[in-house]
């Protein structure tokens, strides 16, 4: 294998065998579909995960009193409000009412507000005639395009209108009038809302922060909104809301406590449920570290318990109708234990995801018991609803192109510039060594001194036109393996090179390219494919959003897959500078990483820089700083570390690392 004592007989074997120009991509593959299957990334994570439920469900089952129920929900809610960063400041609405339509028996006021200094909401507040003040229910639109004007949000608020409460529908980031990335036409960037939502979390959770951070606080303060109108009772506000109103309200109804009457549709499930079936969703629905902690979807229920709290769900919803009734199960407990069983409830109806013409009806009647105490029967009703047009709240159909108004990404860049500011003040006298073992514990990795040289199988060889190619495969002493690719000229220098790429092994071997160029110059060069690249990816991937269900189920139990290709890097370094070499005269290795596998490398090096002679990065960002800012952050969520600008930037890894060089 790599440096081989027996070079000269290596040159011998190759040029005895016929010559190939190239590798066909099966040629390199160094592991069977059994090996692949049992150290595929997501499927591990799958399993810890459910793992974690176990402990959780275990815990729960062992609540019997009240002082167990506190214990239990003052813990999941500091654990919470920790893990989505600080809200921002509640400053003043500074509301306006834009226009106002006039409608039988009620009235449409198109209005907007401040969510924070420069940054506002739209919204369509629907007040019944009835002399006030009168019951409210915020509804929280789910992914649509449209938003608040979507049909579904109109009937919410119309068949609330109807019973005599008033309602009003806001628009999230990334919808409606509030899209945070608009293209040259001044209309939305990407066809899917989903989208902009993941990319406002890459920056958010650099700065330790969440996409859920931003939504929540806007849900917030559309309570606050409602809670400033005169014609409102602020004791007896409800929220509601379909998918990812759903989550908005299961969140907002956790940890607000003038929400007096919930109604979350079509989300309420398990974890164990969402992570057997499809997995984890939207941005704003993975909250860091809340699988491995605990903090599951039966407890936005129990947060909040013992206030009137009803569950909409369909059969046919992906999000799983068994977790649903799980859910239920253990909320309906919880309020027995707290002596108000009859004050939560289920309604299931046959269906797709969505929010069916009962379940609106039963969600209508629970607002009505409990914030009109009535309990009269609601019945089915059609609602004819209003074209987007007529319910817009700007000219242009966009508050980005308001003079002034600042998008999350502008808000998340400040975040970040405060941040380098308290590292400046911090840090100013912190060692290398005291970065390092901040970085270990940040990224939860094992001291050096615990970790084992990994263990090589040779997979065979390929030959190429003067060189050839051996396939092996590291184990670690995890019982991790690594696919990996020895360049070897026919007699090659004693220094070596660890070539990474984000596209694995392969990356950059093609003929004529990188790696080519280097065995040409007489180098060794061993690529490999780090955890979910190459043969080890596990799920799809975008170029704009990565494989975002394997990096947001890493990211539910606290972990990333920087630090997972970190751990990767060092055992295939460490394989490369001491394969028959003693320990205490180890070959020299220089290291080359391209993309965003550079960021990975630069913790590699600032951790261990003893075993790199030289650092090369190749189109790798500079700065994190730089990104959090970025409206489009394409192909960095996979390489972002939760609330990492809090204590490091790329450049405080650079000042670690001698001989580093970049290019593009």
Same mark, same amino acid.
């Given at each position: ?30 592991l ?7 150290v ?16 959780r ?9 009240t002082d ?24 003043p ?17 198109? &209005?907007?507000?401040? *969510?924070?200094?420069?940054? /506002?909401? @739209? !919204?369509?507040?629907? #007040?019944?005639? =009835?002399?006030?003040? +009168? ?22 608020a119309?068949?609330?209108v109807?019973?005599?409460?008033a ?11 509030r899209?945070?990335v ?17 990319? &406002?979390?890459?920056? *958010?959770?650099?700065?330790? /922060?969440? @996409? !859920?951070?931003?939504? #929540?606080?806007? =849900?917030?303060?559309? +309570?606050?909104?409602v ?16 998918s990812?109103g ?15 009457c919930?109604?979350?549709a079509?989300y309420i499930?398990?974890?164990r449920?969402?992570i ?50 799980q859910?239920f ?9 707290l ?10 109806m ?56 600042k ?11 405060e ?21 270990r ?7 050096s ?20 190619i ?59 494919d ?7 990816q596990?799920?799809?991937a ?17 972990d ?5 290709r ?32 550079g ?23 500079a700065?994190?700083?730089s ?5 489009s ?17 790329l450049p405080?890894?650079e000042?670690?690392?001698?001989g ?5």
């Amino acid at each position: 294998m790599l440096l081989s004592l027996l070079a000269l007989t290596a040159l011998l074997c190759t040029l005895a065998l016929p010559l190939a120009a190239t590798a066909t991509a099966d040629e390199l593959q160094c592991l069977s579909p059994h090996e692949a299957a049992a150290v595929a990334l997501y499927p591990q994570l799958q399993q810890q995960a459910l793992l974690a439920c176990d402990r959780r469900d275990l815990a729960w089952a062992a609540l019997k009193t009240t002082d167990d129920v506190q214990q239990w929900v003052s813990s999941r809610r500091q654990f919470f409000l920790e893990q989505l960063g600080p809200l921002p400041a509640r400053t003043p609405l500074n509301a306006r009412t834009v226009r106002t339509i006039q409608a039988d028996g009620y009235k449409i006021e198109c &209005v907007i507000f401040d *969510s924070q200094p420069g940054h /506002r909401i @739209t !919204a369509n507040l629907y #007040l019944p005639a =009835a002399a006030g003040p +009168v019951p409210a229910v915020v509804v929280s639109s789910g992914h649509s395009r449209t938003a608040k004007t979507a049909d579904y949000n109109q009937r919410f608020a119309l068949q609330m209108v109807r019973l005599g409460m008033a309602a009003l529908c806001f628009d999230p980031i990334g919808q409606g009038e509030r899209s945070q990335v608009l293209n040259d036409q001044h209309g939305p960037e990407h066809e899917g809302t989903t989208t902009e939502h993941f990319l &406002v979390g890459v920056g *958010s959770i650099l700065v330790g /922060r969440n @996409t !859920a951070t931003y939504r #929540l606080h806007d =849900a917030m303060r559309a +309570v606050d909104y409602v809670c400033s109108r005169s014609e409102i009772d602020p004791q007896r506000i409800g929220f509601t809301g379909c998918s990812g109103g759903g989550t908005m309200t299961s969140y907002v109804m956790a940890l607000d406590e003038r929400i007096a009457c919930a109604a979350p549709a079509c989300y309420i499930s398990t974890f164990r449920r969402l992570i057997e079936t499809i997995g984890p969703q939207d941005a704003e629905q993975n909250v860091f570290g809340q699988v491995a902690f605990g903090l599951d979807h039966p407890d936005y229920l129990l947060l909040r318990a013992p206030k009137p709290t009803l569950i909409s769900s369909t059969t046919q919803d992906f999000f799983d109708i068994d977790g649903s009734w799980q859910a239920f199960r253990q909320a309906k407990r919880t309020w027995g234990i707290l002596g108000y069983p009859e004050r939560v409830d289920l309604v299931e109806m046959a269906g797709t995801h969505g929010v069916q013409p009962q379940n609106l009806a039963t969600i209508g009647h629970w607002f009505q018991r409990w914030l009109l105490q009535s309990d009269k029967a609601v019945a089915i009703e059609t609602f004819a609803v209003r074209k987007e047009q007529e319910l817009l709240c700007t000219e242009q159909g966009h508050l980005l192109l308001l003079p002034g108004e600042k998008s999350v990404f502008d808000l998340n860049a400040a975040v970040a510039a405060e941040l380098a500011q308290q590292r400046q003040q911090k840090f100013a006298a912190r060692t290398a060594a005291q970065l390092q073992q901040t970085i270990r514990d940040v990224l939860k990795l094992r001291p050096s001194d615990q970790r084992q040289p990994p263990v090589m199988e040779d997979r065979g060889r390929v030959i190429r036109t003067g060189y050839h190619i051996d396939r092996l495969v590291l184990k670690t002493d995890q019982g991790h393996l690594i696919p990996g690719l020895t360049w070897h000229p026919p007699v090659p220098s004693d220094e070596a090179y660890l070539y990474l790429h984000d596209a694995g092994k392969t990356g950059a071997g093609q003929p004529g390219g990188a790696i080519e160029k280097l065995v040409q110059a007489g180098f060794a060069v061993v690529s490999v494919d780090l955890r979910n690249q190459g043969e080890l990816q596990s799920g799809s991937a975008s170029p704009l959003l990565t494989d975002w269900k394997t990096f947001y189920l890493a990211y539910l139990l606290g972990d990333s897959l920087v630090a997972k290709r970190v751990e990767d890097v060092l055992n295939s370094a460490d394989f490369v500078a001491y394969y028959q070499k003693p320990r205490q005269q180890p070959r020299r290795v220089h290291l080359v990483a391209e993309g965003q596998s550079g960021i990975v490398a630069l913790h590699a090096a600032a951790l261990h820089p003893e075993l790199f002679a030289s650092v090369t990065l190749k189109q790798t960002p500079a700065l994190w700083t730089s990104i959090v800012g970025s409206s489009s952050p394409a192909g960095q969520l996979d390489s972002t570390v939760h609330g990492v600008l809090r204590y490091w930037d790329l450049p405080d890894l650079e000042s670690l690392v001698s001989g580093l060089k970049r290019s593009e």
